[in-house]
């Protein structure tokens, strides 16, 4: 279980004479062992923040963050991460690099390769084992990362918009191949995205931030049945919570229709 | 389950596809790239032309200005017998093994200097300013205390290429280890990676690009160095036979030196060229 207890970040102000930045304010969030929860809010709002502080990349200014009742100090293996920007090491191969992980924690390159043929194969990347990631499709390369992450099967997966880079198709076809690796291994994932409909679509519940200062605005539980189908979107359900979470992220000065007029 | 397996073998055998036509392209784009190597030959057969069109026309008179014909039978004559008791093969052999050691000395020692510095404030803090100090002295100033030093041998020759080019090798593994991007350094992090691992798996493979760059460059400035080294100090060598050919009026030997530095030069160059590609055939890509 992930405990993030009255959590803020604050960055010193980066001109002089500045206020500082209250990136993440007063955070109170708890995810269960297994569970799928998505963070959604606009750019700025300190969904990266939130998850560097949970990676332990850095550290709050005030709160606390427990993983299984043990603070979280500094980065490990049993936090994964997927990261926004690509992350992938040019210098070696798919296999090599989905196989990274292991070859630190064994002190050796000679690792299970049977292990991580499997998880090749899991991951649809048959066939380019020996490529360049610079070789691959950006959906390839997110596989790899995602690949990467899984295969010290870490408790924790925490990842930072991983498909926001790509087309809305293969990005909903990543959406499914993640869903159904999930539900096979079933980690605890904590999964940010700026898209209100990806957030809804993979998540058990949805926690909603709002910038400036990065705050949670509110948390829906999505009980919409599993497996869950691509035409889901189209749904009465869907679009019910797909609302609420709208509602929380509209800009204020529309809440207020007098000043329209 | 969402996704079906029939539709992943069919996606895959699309990609695997959709790869091989990428070959196929990258086969294209360096099918390309050898059709532009005429324009090397040509600018080179050009370059040759006007030069010989120069001296045809008599722009300069033939003994200040010989004409290729002429270069190339001096070429012949050095080869075969010599000038000034060495061959030419003599003095091509002199002037790159000063090369190769004083440069790959200070390869061997600049390098985990640059790392070092990089990783230790207080290394840096001692290092850099001697550094930043030397950088701007010409070489030749050094010549007269390297003789002094050293002697008129091999020596001398050997420290001025190491201290005319370890400044530059220094600076660019310094700046590589700096460029290695935040989000690999944060990966190796995660997956628990000690020191060694993380210089071994991400530092290192980071500043190779930039120090092969260095190394270019220093290669470079090594022969300007050993040109002025030689002319001091040297009976052998390809600076030393140009000046003596200099002081002679032996210009068509003039000529040949600086033929065969330049082509030398350019013959190194190809080679550190070749190794980067096959060390760091990321370079540009990611
Ligand atoms: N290292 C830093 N130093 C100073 N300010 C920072 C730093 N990192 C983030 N910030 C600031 O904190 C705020 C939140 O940033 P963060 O990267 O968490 O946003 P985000 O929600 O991930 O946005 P996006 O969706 O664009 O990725 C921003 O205003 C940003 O400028
Ligand atoms: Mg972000």
Partial sequence: ?261 | MAYSMKAQADEDALLREESSLAEESLDLKSAQKHRHLYVSWLVAVALILLWWLVTAVHVFPPLDLPSPLHVAKDIYAISTTGYNGYSLLDNIGASTLRIAVGFFAAVILGVPIGFWMASNTIIFNAIDPVLQFLRPIPPLAYIPLMVLWFGTGQMSKFVLIFFCTIPMIIISAMSGVKSAQESRLRVAQVFGANRRQMFRYITLPSALPEIFTGMRIAIAVAWTCLVAAEMIAAQSGLGAMILTAGNQLRVGVVFVGIIFIGLIGYLMEVVIRTVERRMVPWKGKA
């Fill in chain 1, 1 to 261: 279980m992930i405990a993030v207890s009255e959590v803020s970040k604050v960055y010193p102000s980066q001109v002089r004479g500045g206020r500082p930045l209250v990136a993440v304010d007063t955070v109170d969030l708890t995810v269960q062992d297994g569970e799928f929860v998505t963070v959604v809010g606009p750019s700025g709002c300190g969904k990266t923040t939130l998850l560097n502080l949970l990676a332990g990349f850095e550290q709050p200014n005030r709160g606390e963050i427990r993983l299984d009742d043990r603070p979280v100090v500094r980065p490990g293996p049993e936090r994964a991460v997927v990261f926004q920007q690509p992350s992938l090491l040019p210098w070696m191969t798919v296999k090599e690099n989905i196989a990274f992980g292991l070859t630190l924690r064994e002190g050796t390159r000679r690792v299970d390769q049977i292990r991580i043929a499997s998880m090749v194969e899991t991951m649809g990347l048959t066939g380019f084992e020996n490529h360049r990631p610079y070789q691959l499709s950006g959906g390839m390369q997110q596989r790899v990362a995602i690949a990467r992450a899984l295969i010290i099967e870490p408790r924790v997966l925490l990842m930072d918009e991983p498909f926001g880079a790509l087309d809305a198709q293969t990005r909903s076809e990543m959406q499914r191949f993640l869903l159904s690796i999930w539900g096979k291994l079933h980690p605890t994932v904590l999964f940010v995205t700026h898209d209100v409909e990806e957030a809804i679509m993979l998540a058990d519940r949805v926690v909603v931030m709002t910038p400036r200062p990065g705050r949670i605005a509110d948390i829906l539980t999505v009980s919409l049945a599993r497996p869950r189908q691509w035409d889901l979107t189209l749904s009465r359900e869907f679009n019910e919570y797909k609302r609420k979470i709208l509602q929380v992220l509209r800009p204020p000065e529309e809440r207020d229709p007098v000043r329209l007029a």
